[in-house]
């Protein structure tokens, strides 16, 4: 019999490492496939349509989610939508590959709602003072974009107790030995 792939998501505050772990996640795994999302942000410089993102404008994300072509989605800044286009995600797991998603915890929880078997990993940043350095090193967004990440980043961390893991990017390397720990006991459970 094939044996299903695992879900695998990601979440936690813009700025705390996320990208960086779901890359080495799909670097160092054969069978891990991550899932490009859906959205209506503009895309930054450097950015890649279908490589970082589908950027799509809202007329054609309503029209998504009217066709039911979504596994999630969310606004997840004002006015602001993003999510995981499903048939791909379903037809992954069925053929026993691994998936990976990195999105809101919004997204995550309205997952795990439906998807029990769903894994979820929270990314924690080592303080909210941290998180804003970070934020402001990166340089992609402006003032106002780092201020509205950084209030949502205190949301987010409220639902963390509520992911089955957490991990602090206190050093990114010791984060990503331990999220890959996590992974490998959980691909060894039927
Ligand atoms: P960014 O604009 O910095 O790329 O991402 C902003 C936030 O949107 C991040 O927290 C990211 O995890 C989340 N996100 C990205 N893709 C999705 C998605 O498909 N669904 C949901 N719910 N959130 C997503």
Redesign the pocket.
């Known amino acids: 019999m094939n044996s299903k792939g695992k879900l695998f998501i990601i ?1 936690g505050p ?1 700025g705390v490492g ?1 990208s960086t772990i779901r890359e080495r996640i799909i670097n160092t795994h054969n069978n891990f496939w991550y899932s490009i ?1 859906m ?1 209506t ?1 503009t895309p930054r410089e450097g950015e890649i349509n279908e490589k970082d993102y589908y950027f799509v404008t809202k007329e054609e994300f309503i029209k998504n989610i009217k066709e039911d072509n979504f596994f ?3 606004e ?1 800044y004002k006015d602001v939508f ?3 286009p499903k048939n791909k995600v379903i037809e992954k797991l069925e053929n026993g590959i691994n998936v990976l998603l ?3 915890v ?2 995550a929880l309205n997952i795990k709602n439906k998807y029990h078997e769903a894994i979820l990993i929270f990314i924690y940043p080592p303080s909210i003072e941290e998180l804003k350095k970070r934020l402001l090193q990166r340089q992609t967004d402006n003032k106002d974009v780092i201020e509205e990440r950084i209030s949502k980043a205190q949301y987010e961390i409220s639902f963390k107790d509520r992911y089955d893991y957490i991990i602090t990017n206190n050093n990114l390397e010791i984060a990503i030995k331990n999220i890959q720990s996590i992974i490998e006991k959980e691909l060894k459970k039927h």
């Open positions: 979440s813009s996320k999302s959205t942000r999630e989605y969310a997840v993003y999510g995981t990195e999105i809101d919004k997204g």
